[in-house]
DNA sequence: TGGACCATGTAACTGGTTACATGATTAG
DNA sequence: CTAATCATGTAACCAGTTACATGGTCCA
């Protein structure tokens, strides 16, 4: 369950649930979503189990979180003692598997699509990166998270950048009733 | 749900449930994953819609199946008219967020599991590129597919790498108690 | 005073994992 | 004959999404 060690790595600072909704869309986004169905109840749980507590009560009934010394210990202990889940699921990617299924100009359209997602997220984590010069321990392994969404969406901005062109060349083939596996 | 269009893509040659279990270990699973004990009850779902049909049973009571016209028109429907999910859920790149917690010498030891993990990946990959040289138009998609993933994970072998190397020249940074974000 | 946004919560449902369960065939 | 592998299924549970629901505060 990544998302409790989500919330527990984000609240070495205090924040509110809303302030973690907004954070999850923006930065750690880029590595795990969640919607704030999902965060204020779990947020409870973390409570009820002593790993955050409640620091302060806001305006509109908005409630101050940080992380406690057990929750600490709790991430340590999950970084050190379980190994990362390397499940893949890419959407797009089951999509290409069957691309052959349409007709040549349907393909270009989603290639185009592909091209245009990854270089509008690309220009987002950039914008990132320019906007403050990591000093602190903390700061640099932001740093090092954004790194990898930049490198790692550059690739796919390149895959789609060269697959459109793939299937621009391609566009004479017919499509298939084949069964080349 | 991309389990059924995966499934649906896998089944324009007859595959037994079977087949499909180490179809998504293989090839398909660096696109999407999927169990038997989801595999089994889906096939069963895509049978009662008559997306799919079975076209023999075999010796161990095993089931071969094969997608139908409304099925290939159900996933023709499904590449044109809806958009990929971007959902980006990664267990490691949440854990590099908190990775500034551990000592220094544990932070080696995270980052050296991930370009152990992300060598075997790509040497897993570009193996499967050695085995054909597509000719068709749907060994051409299968072709993008795989490309996908070799670019993508070079990249994140280019970056933990990186990242390691940067952790290496930064083991006489003190661990934070910092706030810098 | 009304619209945008702040702020939190619950309920129903869907998707996915783990564990349970069973039996057939094949190769050594 | 027995272990590995083939082969399919169900049940309980957990994770995540969508929709429902409510109300506060701020700014024009």
Do not use: C
């Not at 169905?37 to 101050?64: D, F, H, M, N």
């Not at 340590?76 to 598997?97: H, K, M, S, Y």
């Not at 069957?98 to 100009?105: D, G, R």
């Amino acid at each position: 369950m990544s998302l409790r060690h989500a919330l527990l790595g984000a609240l070495d600072v205090p924040r509110t649930g809303y302030d973690l909704v907004k954070y999850f869309d923006a930065s750690l986004g880029y590595a795990w979503s969640a919607r704030h169905s999902q965060i204020y109840p779990e947020l409870a749980r973390l409570k009820g189990e002593g790993l955050i507590e409640q620091v302060a009560e806001g305006p509109r009934g908005s409630k101050t979180y940080r992380i406690t010394r057990e929750g600490t210990e709790e991430l340590r202990r999950w970084l050190r003692e379980t190994a990362p889940e390397r499940t893949v699921r890419n959407d797009a990617v089951v999509r290409v598997f069957s691309l052959w299924l349409l007709e040549p100009e349907e393909r270009l359209e989603f290639l185009r699509g592909e091209v245009a997602f990854s270089r509008a997220r690309l220009a987002e984590y950039e914008q990132l990166k320019d906007e403050d010069e990591p000093r602190t321990p903390k700061g640099r392994a932001l740093r090092l998270a954004l790194e990898y969404g930049i490198q790692t969406r550059r690739a796919a901005l390149g895959w789609a950048e060269w697959a459109l062109e793939q299937a621009e060349s391609d566009l004479f083939q017919p499509i298939g009733q084949d069964t080349g596996e």
